[in-house]
């Protein structure tokens, strides 16, 4: 009789992420259908979220579970944006366009690869960086978003903007929140996380396409305000210090 290992069911999940940005793209090759491609990254987060919940929740977290993990992003978080941006708008720009579709896969890769080597753990408080999969869900979105409220219309200068900055704060050090556990045990900060994120939930099962480019764009400030906001409250201290 096979027995079958209990680590193989968070791997299921990493699968489905993998296989989820394999269809964006493929759905971007035949039939241009950019909002469902687009729909497919979002999947590929919830489904590369979920693995490593389940991983925790079965206690099958491994090391081979994190690099697989890291193999399954580059795919969707990497190659299916990038196809996706330069099919929504960047091809108009020939070469140009190829250079910057490839920033999220670029930038994707190199954040994915420095934070597994950088990894000591397989539990993590912050990540350091934008995550890959927040970046690949922001620029999906802003196509959700686009493709609903101003069909026809690109708004180049925008998607240029969200292209450059997401691959730029992904190889960033700036800090931001992993996804909370789902208990209201913990901390101030763990509860008042858990409720944002109850609320952005709820609010989406109601309106998705109005809701979730904006929230992507929050989360994406999130590190960029707690880094100045901490910047400037150490300087107020090592002022008062002084003094």
Same mark, same amino acid.
């Given at each position: 009789?096979? %027995?079958?290992?209990?680590?193989?069911?968070?791997?299921?999940?990493?699968?489905?992420?993998?296989?989820?940005?394999?269809? #964006?793209?493929?759905?971007?090759?035949?039939?241009?259908?950019?909002?469902?491609?687009?729909?497919?990254?979002?999947?590929?987060?919830?489904?590369d979220?979920?693995?490593? %919940?389940?991983?925790?929740?079965?206690?099958?977290?491994?090391?081979?579970?994190?690099?697989?993990?890291?193999?399954?992003d580059?795919?969707?978080?990497?190659?299916?944006?990038?196809?996706? =941006?330069?099919?929504?708008?960047?091809?108009?720009?020939?070469?140009?366009?190829?250079?910057?579709?490839?920033?999220?896969l670029?930038?994707?890769?190199?954040?994915?690869a420095?934070?597994?080597?950088?990894? !000591?753990?397989?539990?993590?408080?912050?990540? #350091?960086?934008?995550?890959?999969?927040?970046?690949?869900?922001?620029?999906? !979105?802003?196509? =959700?978003?686009?493709s609903?409220?101003?069909?026809?219309?690109?708004?180049?200068?925008?998607?240029?903007?969200?292209?450059?900055?997401?691959?730029?704060?992904?190889? #960033?050090?700036?800090?931001?929140n992993v996804?909370?556990?789902?208990?209201?045990?913990?901390?101030?900060?763990? %509860?008042?996380?858990? =409720?944002?994120?109850i609320?952005?939930?709820?609010?989406?099962?109601?309106?998705?396409?109005?809701?979730?480019?904006?929230y992507?764009?929050?989360?994406?400030? #999130?590190?960029?305000?707690?880094?100045?906001?901490?910047?400037?409250?150490n300087?107020?201290? /090592? !002022? /008062? /210090?002084?003094?």
């Amino acid at each position: 009789m096979i %027995k079958i290992s209990r680590s193989i069911v968070p791997n299921f999940f990493t699968v489905g992420n993998m296989f989820s940005g394999f269809l #964006s793209v493929i759905v971007v090759i035949s039939n241009r259908d950019l909002a469902l491609a687009s729909w497919l990254i979002v999947l590929a987060a919830f489904l590369d979220a979920m693995d490593g %919940k389940v991983a925790r929740f079965t206690k099958t977290s491994s090391r081979f579970g994190v690099e697989y993990d890291s193999l399954a992003d580059v795919v969707s978080f990497g190659l299916a944006p990038s196809i996706l =941006i330069y099919a929504f708008y960047f091809s108009a720009w020939k070469t140009v366009g190829i250079f910057i579709s490839f920033f999220p896969l670029l930038f994707g890769s190199i954040r994915l690869a420095r934070f597994n080597i950088q990894l !000591t753990g397989l539990n993590k408080s912050a990540f #350091s960086g934008l995550p890959s999969p927040a970046a690949a869900i922001l620029l999906a !979105t802003y196509i =959700i978003f686009i493709s609903k409220y101003f069909p026809g219309n690109v708004f180049p200068k925008i998607l240029l903007l969200l292209t450059f900055v997401t691959s730029t704060l992904m190889i #960033s050090t700036l800090n931001y929140n992993v996804l909370p556990n789902l208990t209201f045990k913990g901390d101030t900060k763990q %509860k008042v996380l858990l =409720i944002l994120l109850i609320v952005a939930v709820t609010s989406l099962f109601f309106f998705p396409q109005a809701l979730f480019f904006p929230y992507c764009v929050i989360y994406m400030l #999130s590190g960029v305000f707690g880094y100045l906001f901490g910047k400037s409250s150490n300087e107020n201290r /090592k !002022t /008062k /210090k002084e003094e």
